[in-house]
Each structure stands twice: as structure tokens, then as C-alpha cells.
């Protein structure tokens, strides 16, 4: 993993509506990859042009990953409200499996929310219309 890396996948996710596909070892590589940005800097001297330099990327880097992460997050939502728009929200998204392990699990606690929020809001008001209309056409 390096900034190019990084940057690659910035712009598919930004130039993309759907979820890209990313490794599950993603951001563990990127972790690894910031710590021996940080090690390099500390071995330069402090107000020499390498030291500038490997700052500069270190901190377009981690811009870059948080602008993934915030990419990654909304599109999910999106996939979510897709999802329970189109009464969908027993089965997964078709992008489901591109999703990372802990963004998956924040997709099914969110699936989960919509299908508490019905039961409870949606669904009485419907059995009861339903059933006044049935009284009301016999």
C-alpha cells in the first residue's frame, strides 16, 4: 500500500454511485503503511526537505482515507434506503458483498432499524385500515 494506492481508490470511489470492491485487509494495510510513513519522518531531520515531503504525504493520505471512509459510509446509507424503498429489506443489496466486514455489520443494524421502525409505526396503521375498510365494504 502506498499514496498512489490510495489515490486509485479515491477516485473510483468518488467517480463511482455504486460501492467499490476493496480487500477486507484495506485498512489494516493502510494502518501499516501510515506507521512507516510516521517512522520515516522521525528518522529525517526535522527541517530537511525529506521530512517535508514524506509529511505532506502522510497527511494527503490520510485526507484521501477519510474521504474514502466518508464516500464508503453514504453510499451505504444510500444502499440501505435503497433497499427498504423498494421493500427489499429482507434480502441484501446487490452490492451487499462488496461491503467490508464492519460495514456490513452497520448495514444490517441499519436494515434491522428500518424493519423495527415498521413493525411498530407502519405496520399497526395498515392492519388497522385494512381491517376498517373490510367493516366498511361487508
Known amino acids: 500500500m502506498d499514496s498512489e494506492d490510495i489515490s486509485i481508490v479515491s477516485k473510483k470511489e468518488r467517480e463511482s454511485k455504486e460501492i467499490t470492491p476493496l480487500s477486507y485487509t484495506f485498512y489494516n494495510n493502510i494502518k501499516i503503511y501510515l506507521q ?12 530537511s526537505k525529506e521530512a517535508l515531503m514524506l509529511s505532506d504525504e502522510l497527511n494527503t493520505s490520510i485526507g484521501r482515507i477519510k474521504d474514502i471512509f ?3 459510509k453514504n453510499k451505504l446509507f444510500v444502499m440501505v434506503a435503497q433497499a427498504s424503498s423498494a421493500d427489499m429489506i429482507n ?12 460495514e456490513k455489520r452497520l448495514y444490517e443494524s441499519l436494515t434491522q432499524s428500518g424493519k423495527n421502525l415498521k413493525t411498530e409505526l407502519l405496520d399497526p396503521v395498515i392492519s388497522s385500515n385494512n381491517e376498517g375498510k373490510k367493516n366498511f365494504i361487508a
Open 70 to 72: 466518508f464516500l464508503r
Open 91 to 102: 434480502s441484501p443489496h446487490k452490492n451487499y458483498n462488496r461491503l467490508l466486514p464492519e
Open 36 to 47: 512507516e510513513l510516521e517512522n520515516e519522518i522521525i528518522k529525517c531531520n526535522p527541517r
